[in-house]
């Protein structure tokens, strides 16, 4: 089992935060399998930024890409949220920023973001 860190925009976040959006289209350049944790960082791309909230899923489902239409270099991720680990202050994701500005990332290759 692997962790993902991904960003991911605020309109997809609260759906899949309440549980409406069960599944995610992502790029398959991960080797994505059931079982996998993903950690789902909100980032504004208007405002070029990580919002500071996260929410933390389990991969229930891979479809790869290549099937009806879906373009082989992406995939559909069948997904369990866990709201009870989300957070609006990334509770359980400390994120250290080398180029700190407002409490917030620019980009993950910014962050060093730890788990606990």
Known sequence: MKEHVLKIEPSFFEPILDGRKTFELCKNNRDYKVNDALVLCEYSITKNHFTGRSVKATV????????????SEYCILGIEACPEQSNTLCGDTTFECRHRKKNYCYSLDECSLTFN
């Open 60 to 71: 229930t489902y891979v479809l790869p890409g290549g099937f009806n239409g879906l373009d």
